[in-house]
């Protein structure tokens, strides 16, 4: 264990008036009060509209509803040197669907994170179980404050059973009293004082308790009823006091109203504890056995009262064995009966009490924060935790390929003077299919490639023709790329598909930086930002992807196009959105099922993150990669890309075949992208395997290269090699041959890397307000479409 000198609290803070803000200031305080070394702060959640006069302890405020916040609190956070993260999770406190915004600034931190969970529900909706599922996976350590909440955790959302710890509900330190004094202090002398305390909502079930009443006062006539506490703020804002007016209704129908006392007040933890130590019986009536935590009841126990309760979870643990009465939900006769009973009961209910207080010793603040620092010192690693997936390649070492020398002669064969042919008969070119921009977009990119890596360059006049054909797809009037033209040179469609433009963007936004011509690179800038605008109404994830790859080149020579540096933003913030909002535990992926050119997506967030220094793309991008990686490595240690069989299936195992070079292609660059920032030797592994699969290190053994002429075949079926070598699949084998070259030529040159721990340093180059500043001003933080938010 490692000691914790600095702790970042999120969650409510007082003023504040609920549950969540008294419970993170208590605990803040009790753990700064521990010992003189350790600093905290709290970063704080305020509520839609409102505004707080915080203390000195909270250090930074988030705004519920606007996602900027979430992000900067985060950068908050990772320069701030702090050794770990305390969440405080409740449904309702944060923005987002099922307060998902708390996920974006999870997966941001370079620090270790311990939740939590003062919900825990039996039956989540889909959304809240997937706000859930991620905090789990990005949590070190998940604190519940009852058994019951490590069970369902176990059987409901598959934590794991290391992750969880049990930690009650911390309650103050105070002596065992008997009530006379606080009764005369607070004007009660002489009555049997029955009490509930909290933010009044229709779930507290006071109504049931005031119907109970006319019962115990037939038994005790010196009865009254406190409730004590203000309106919960959401009711306020929604309903006005007409839940509490109809309550004073209802007791003032049963002819009780004297005897039934309204406080209408949040009192501060001095006054709190006085009234408390008044009642002779306190009372959570409580309507629903889905309460987790009740830090009512755990303070009213904590200070050894006698305690009338329904069985919601946290009283059935916290009451059982004599420490408290447990009651029916809804049943008015019940609690009367009950209370009445215990109140004509001096030996039975003082001996509760008793029980209650001695039980209750180690729940002090004290002993609390005691319990919280040592999980916070056990779980300090230098992990992030925002790779909770981590690459593991079963199989045996991995010797490098030899790789073969780059040859040009098959892509020559498949060009004419209109552009690269789709298919192929065997090797020869097959006109029946004619041409598309996908192909003559990728030759570009090879073009790019081949350059920026100084290999063996494309002849001129082929780098001509495909900058040709893409610049004649381009159709001005709706600024898109038209995708397929018949030998003949017919356009066979008004206008391609999403992921077809975004392809040519990349190969343009490669080209405005790469390409040998200086003439060609204004080309293709120009013509980038001719096509780029439509790409913000753009619904497809690979489009988006590979708009963001060719952003990579175009704002390195643009960097005063605002327009490219705020979509590059908006476009890798809604592919992290995907993630948070379709990850799970056993899924980390930004779709329900895998399809093709699947490690781009990974390979578009690392390249993003690592340009606009924003680390929470980078980890997306290398843990999603990580877990993809595994879904393409077979049981003997081959690499098996996705095949086409299973595009459809829905959070299934890839299917085996059709594999097809494309997805070879996509891992080896997406790799590389990783190793590039990491450094790791297992990104070249994983690169090597890809590569491998084209050489013959495959399900069938079979090689589907020829070295040399360059021919690729276009893919493997579960009894054969698919003979077509056509465009797509040269290209895609020289890209991957031209990014092994890349990793041959580094030998043992250590990579620009991405220190993923500590304040990683490398990438939060950005001051607090400047990354603030960079989100506000993109409308990144502004829900659009579909997609909450970005």
Not at 220 to 241: F, K
Not at 555 to 583: I, Y
Request: charged residues 20%.
């Amino acid at each position: 264990m490692r000691p914790v000198h600095r702790v970042a609290f999120i969650g409510n803070s007082l003023p504040r008036r609920c549950g969540i803000a008294t419970f993170t200031t208590d605990l803040q305080r009790a753990l700064a009060g521990r010992t003189p070394d350790i600093e905290t702060t709290i970063i704080a959640m305020t509520d839609a509209g409102l505004h707080y006069d915080y203390p000195p302890e909270v250090g930074f405020e988030v705004r519920q509803e606007e996602f900027a916040d979430y992000a900067a609190a985060a950068d908050f956070i990772n320069a701030g040197g702090f050794d770990t993260v305390s969440l405080q999770h409740e449904f309702g406190i944060f923005g987002g669907e099922a307060g998902g915004y708390i996920v974006t600034l999870l997966e941001r931190l370079t620090v270790p994170v311990v939740t939590t969970l003062h919900t825990v529900l039996a039956e989540p909706n889909p959304a809240q179980r997937r706000v859930l599922e991620r905090i789990l996976a990005l949590s070190a350590r998940v604190v519940v404050m009852a058994d019951k909440g490590r069970e369902l955790l176990l059987s409901t959302y598959g934590a794991a059973e290391a992750q969880i710890e049990v930690i009650p509900h911390g309650i103050p330190d105070v002596a065992f009293v008997e009530p006379d004094a606080a009764k005369a202090r607070l004007g009660c002398a002489g009555k049997t004082v029955i009490l509930t305390f909290g933010l009044l909502s229709p779930n507290k079930g006071i109504e049931v308790m005031i119907d109970a009443m006319p019962a115990v006062l037939a038994a005790r006539p010196d009865a009254v009823y406190v409730v004590l506490g203000a309106t919960h703020p959401t009711l306020v804002r929604e309903q006005g006091e007409a839940y509490r007016e109809s309550l004073v209704a209802r007791a003032g129908k049963l002819g009780i109203a004297e005897h039934v006392v309204f406080l209408d007040q949040f009192v501060d933890r001095p006054a709190l504890l006085d009234h408390i130590s008044m009642c002779d019986v306190y009372v959570t009536p409580y309507l629903n056995e889905a309460q987790m935590t009740s830090g009512t009841l755990a303070y009213s126990f904590g200070l050894g009262r006698a305690v009338v309760s329904t069985p919601y979870w946290h009283a059935l643990e916290l009451l059982a064995k004599g420490r408290g009465c447990l009651v029916p939900f809804g049943d008015a006769g019940a609690i009367g009966a009950e209370i009445s009973a215990l109140l004509n009961d001096e030996p039975r209910r003082q001996a509760m009490r008793r029980r209650a207080y001695a039980t209750s010793r180690s729940m002090t603040w004290e002993r609390v924060a005691d319990r919280y620092a040592a999980s916070f010192e056990a779980i300090r690693a230098p992990q992030p935790q925002g790779q909770s997936v981590r690459l593991h390649l079963v199989g045996p070492a991995d010797d490098r390929p030899r790789l073969p020398s780059l040859s040009l002669g098959h892509l020559r064969v498949m060009t004419d003077d209109t552009g690269l042919y789709q298919h192929a008969i065997h090797a020869v070119p097959d006109r029946a299919h004619g041409y598309c921009v996908d192909d003559n977009a990728r030759g570009l990119l090879l073009a790019s490639a081949l350059n920026l890596n100084q290999s063996a360059r494309l002849p001129e006049t082929m780098t001509a023709t495909y900058a040709s054909f893409v610049q004649y797809a381009f159709n001005r009037d709706t600024g898109r790329f038209r995708n397929f033209m018949s030998f003949d040179r017919r356009w066979l469609e008004a206008q391609g598909s999403e992921d077809s433009h975004g392809r040519t963007l990349w190969a343009l936004g490669m080209a405005a930086r790469d390409d040998v011509s200086a003439s060609r690179r204004s080309w293709a800038a120009e013509l980038f930002a001719a096509a780029l605008p439509v790409v913000e109404g753009f619904a497809s994830p690979r489009a988006w992807a590979f708009t963001l790859l060719g952003l990579t080149g175009y704002c390195q020579v643009r960097p005063d196009d605002d327009f490219a540096t705020q979509l590059r933003l908006r476009l890798a913030s809604r592919l992290v959105e995907l993630l948070r909002q379709v990850e799970t535990p056993g899924w980390v992926w930004f779709e329900e099922g895998l399809s093709y050119d699947n490690a781009r997506l990974c390979e578009a967030l690392i390249l993003s993150g690592r340009a606009t220094g924003l680390t929470g793309y980078v980890e997306a991008g290398l843990r999603t990669l990580a877990w993809l990686m595994q879904q393409q490595t077979s049981p003997s240690g081959l690499f098996r890309p996705v095949g086409t069989a299973g595009f459809t299936d829905v959070r299934l195992p890839p299917k085996p075949f059709d594999q097809q070079p494309v997805e070879a292609a996509a891992t080896i660059a997406a790799c590389f992208a990783a190793w590039s920032l990491t450094g790791s030797a297992l990104w070249q592994t994983g690169a090597s395997r890809a590569f491998g699969w084209f050489l013959g290190r495959n399900d069938l053994g079979l090689p589907l290269i020829d070295a040399e002429t360059g021919a690729c075949r276009d893919g493997l079926h579960p009894d054969r090699v698919n003979e077509n070598r056509g465009g797509e699949s040269v290209v895609s084998y020289l890209l991957s041959l031209s990014d092994m070259q890349r990793f041959e030529r580094a030998g043992t040159t250590q990579p620009h890397t991405l220190a993923l721990t500590g304040a990683s340093r490398d990438m939060h180059r950005f001051s607090h307000q400047q990354f603030r500043g960079r989100l506000a001003a993109s409308d990144i933080s502004k829900p659009s479409g579909t997609l909450p938010a970005p």
